[in-house]
């Protein structure tokens, strides 16, 4: 209990930013039951570890964090106090039975799709302890009829200038290497009023930037008030109309579902910040089939092609698995072209780990962990050198950054640029508190692989022309 008689609620949270906004809403959900969010473990009533199964080895991890737990749950019990402590998320769904039979310490276990039941569960779990039954009843691990958006309350924290909207889950894509479609369930979208509504209260509570989250986001096609559906593209014009919003973003996108109207928002929807990131996974057609992506590079290439006519500045960024199951030297050489071709502003690229429940675990053609390790080794050279290519092209420009929060050096704020760099600015400490959660222009005076830094611009010049392409000064060659 903190001072004030308030429950301590801590939340650790993995994986991708649906996981954020998730936990997000789960401490919204525990707020009327006393409960309020804390930054330790240490003497918190309740623990959620809200888990993320893509990464390698995902359920070892929480096993071991839910070892480390059971030490600070046993030092509560032994102060007379209780400790809930619930897994949630991914792992949850996908590992549930597994996790009540090895970590018996664990009170809850609940999916992401049954958050919205968690004061039920949680009275639920108090009333099986009393019994002296403590793990009756208390897997919710259900992809349930009803959504849980409708009943979620309204968001009680301060968004603070940015903040993540969950517009639609799941999906029924099911590349071959991935859990999602088995842990999120099929591909459902929030209705546009409902979307419009939260934006507008985030929006009311001091949000200038908005990104809108669905593990197929741009396979959106939301119940409009008139009745049909409405795609991402329409929706983003929509929400481009609410004042003191300046900044939309989205993530993630599959290629398949990049329409035409999404494309032109890109053009004609100046808050439609120029980033986009649109894994493409691998290179090679062959690999994309054996993904079951239902995309070849080549059509991929053409979307890129159509962005950049539309926003000639965009950025660009791609998840890539190297390593899949069959990749031959030759597949991997298509990656690096297709890199090349591209030339991307940053990008997320992994050793392909099997998963299991998923197809591509059980193939028997896996390649070698050096191997791997090899083609891992090249391709981030490449994208690293892509990536601070791009930021040199930013040097001695200025740029509109939202400045969102403090930075690692006293006196600094980190905000970003349309292009999703992290900027850096150094300001003095009167500044500090007023800048902070205002878009400014900056000057670039310095630039990494991974971030910028610059210069408040406090002149009266036109601010936030729309900038010229930065260019992929680099285009480095790996040859296979
Ligand atoms: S589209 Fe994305 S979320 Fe869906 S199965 Fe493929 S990788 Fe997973």
């Known amino acids: 209990m903190t001072e004030n008689g308030k429950k301590r609620l801590f ?33 918190a009533d309740m623990v959620i570890l809200n888990t993320c199964h893509i990464r390698e080895k995902a359920s070892e991890k929480v096993f071991s964090e839910l070892g480390r737990l059971r030490a600070f749950k046993q030092a509560q019990e032994a102060a007379g106090k209780d400790m809930v402590l619930a897994v949630a998320g991914c792992v949850a769904q996908a590992e549930g039975e597994e996790i009540l039979r090895r970590a018996p310490q664990v009170d809850l276990v609940f999916g992401p799709q049954t958050y919205h039941r968690l004061p039920e569960m949680v009275v639920r779990a108090a009333r099986a302890a ?52 088995y842990t999120r369930g099929a591909e459902f979208s929030r209705p546009v009023a409902a979307v419009l509504a939260e934006a ?18 741009n396979a959106y096609h ?55 990131h649109l894994p493409i996974q691998s290179g090679s057609d062959r690999v994309l089939a054996a993904m079951n992506r239902r995309h070849t590079a080549d059509d991929y290439l053409r979307i890129v092609e159509r962005l950049r006519r539309a926003r000639p500045d965009i950025a660009l960024s791609s998840d890539f698995i190297v390593g899949f199951p069959g990749e031959s030297d030759a597949d991997f050489a298509a990656t690096l072209r297709l890199v090349n071709e591209v030339g991307y502003a940053q990008a997320y690229s992994f050793k392909y ?5 998923t197809p591509a675990a059980v193939e028997d053609n896996q390649v070698s962990e050096a191997v791997k390790a090899e083609r891992l080794a090249g391709l981030q050279q490449l994208l690293g050198e892509q990536a601070e290519a791009f930021n040199r092209a930013c040097l001695g420009r200025r740029l509109p950054v ?36 205002q878009l400014v222009e900056v000057a670039v005076e310095a630039v990494s692989a991974n971030s910028l830094t610059g210069r408040l611009i406090v002149d009266a010049e036109p601010s936030h022309p729309r900038p010229a392409a930065p260019s992929i000064a680099t285009r480095s060659r790996i040859s296979a």
């Open 11 to 43: 939340i650790k949270t993995y994986g991708c930013q649906m996981n954020v906004y998730d936990s997000a809403r789960m401490a919204d959900v525990l707020a009327p039951l006393g409960y309020t969010p804390v930054d330790s473990p240490r003497g």
């Open 130 to 181: 009393g019994k002296g039954d403590p793990k009756a009843g208390l897997l919710d691990i259900d992809f349930p009829v009803e959504s849980k958006f409708d009943h979620l309350p309204e968001e009680t924290a301060d968004p603070g200038a940015t903040a993540f909207l969950s517009v639609q889950e799941g999906c029924d894509k099911f590349c071959s290497f991935c859990v999602v479609p």
């Open 402 to 437: 939202l400045l969102e929060r403090a930075g690692r050096k006293p006196g600094q704020l980190v905000g970003r640029s349309p292009y999703m760099q992290a900027v850096h600015v150094s300001l003095p400490a009167l500044a500090i508190q007023r800048l902070k959660g």
């Open 222 to 276: 939301g119940a409009a008030e008139g009745g049909g559906t409405w795609g991402l593209g329409r929706l983003l014009r929509a929400l481009a109309e609410i004042d003191g919003l300046n900044r939309l973003r989205y993530t993630t996108s599959h290629p398949r579902d990049m329409d035409d109207e999404l494309i032109a928002v890109h053009g004609d929807e100046p808050k439609v910040m120029p980033y986009l």
């Open 200 to 217: 507008r209260r985030l929006v009311a509570a001091g949000v200038q930037e908005i990104t809108l989250l669905g593990q197929n986001v």
């Open 353 to 357: 780990s099997p998963r299991p429940g």
